[in-house]
């Protein structure tokens, strides 16, 4: 099934009308025709692509006959004759289904074509008849008779009013979007524009996710600098500090104790002596200490030798 998007146009932009070089600079965005110029130029393959699918869309089911987008690219015409030639599409698909299935796709997209083009640019009929006979491959009588049955089975209908047009351009657009983005995986800022209803919606859009990228980047900024902060931090009970602590540790365990820390030692050395016990311990080195006396260890030591000398 081929893709229709339904237009979501307000009233304010179903009045406006678009200067012709911004329509111009719209469509070649929009309809993918790059840099080139959209005035009487190739059409482009997206835009061929899915006009091939559409005027090939009633032949489905019913016969093998497809328009190759191939006929539909070699034209050099104006992308607003194809739009309006779609819009007669539609109208025949309303008035008389039987006649979409009775030509060809390829027949029934050059007599679209040609009504159309008649109605927006109005070429001369003898030159302009026997171009278009020659790109169907048909006479001049064939495709002047062809003629006659699409405006008879369209009621003679092809004015085109100015909601008409833009409602299918925009129709257009959205599926040509949605059709190049799946495709590529992303969409461009254009496409998604085309996607919303208006552009102030798009604008907003753009800016409340700009603002949640940045709310959320300096969270993290915030939290990795708290981190940061802790781990160089030294205070107590804090598990997140690298810093001197371990080191700090490492000298305090390697000096050991210092003097003042070390034990005193045991005041009942001598007893073992007066017991007689075999050990032959020095009683002199036995109460001798290493290092600097200082005044609370000799006053310990006099007090030893009083208790040894009461002993005795």
């Known amino acids: 099934m081929i893709e229709c998007e339904q237009p979501n146009l307000s009233n304010s932009q179903q009045q406006q009308v678009l200067d012709h070089e911004e329509f111009l600079d719209r469509i070649k965005k ?7 110029k ?12 899915y006009a091939a699918d559409v005027f090939s869309e009633s032949h489905r089911g019913h016969s093998l006959s497809r328009l190759n987008f191939a ?11 194809l739009i309006l030639a779609m819009i007669y599409l539609d109208r ?44 169907g491959n048909m006479t001049p009588e064939q495709m ?43 969409l461009t800022y ?7 209803p208006s552009f ?33 931090l030294q205070l ?14 490492g000298m305090q365990a390697a000096s050991g104790p210092t003097a003042s820390q070390q034990p005193q030692p045991p005041l009942g050395r001598c007893e073992g002596l007066v017991e007689g016990s075999n050990n032959e311990v020095n009683p002199l080195e036995d109460c001798t200490m290493e290092g600097p006396i200082t005044t609370a260890q000799a006053e310990a030591i006099n007090a030893t030798l009083k208790d040894c000398e009461k002993a005795l």
């Open 30 to 36: 929009t309809l993918y025709y790059g840099s080139t």
């Open 38 to 49: 959209v005035r009487c130029t190739k059409i482009s393959r997206p835009l061929a692509d």
């Open 71 to 81: 006929t539909v690219g070699n034209l050099s015409v104006t992308p607003c004759s």
């Open 92 to 135: 025949l698909n309303a008035t008389d289904p039987t006649f979409v299935r009775r030509v060809t796709p390829s027949e029934l997209f050059i007599v679209s074509m040609m009504v159309s083009t008649k109605f927006y640019c109005g070429y001369d009929e003898d030159v302009y008849l026997s171009a278009w006979a020659e790109s």
């Open 144 to 186: 002047k008779s062809l003629e006659l049955e699409f405006l008879d089975a369209m009621n003679w209908n092809a004015y085109v009013s100015k909601h008409d047009f833009f409602a299918k351009l925009k129709s257009v657009e959205k599926v040509l979007a949605k059709r190049q983005g799946l495709s590529r995986g992303w």
């Open 190 to 196: 254009t496409e998604l524009i085309n996607f919303l």
């Open 200 to 232: 102030a919606i798009a604008k907003q859009l753009i800016q409340y996710s700009t603002i949640m990228a940045l709310s959320y980047t300096a969270s993290v900024m915030t939290i990795a600098g708290a981190f940061l902060l802790a781990s160089n």
């Open 236 to 249: 107590p009970h804090n598990l997140l500090y690298r810093g001197t602590a371990r080191t700090c540790g």
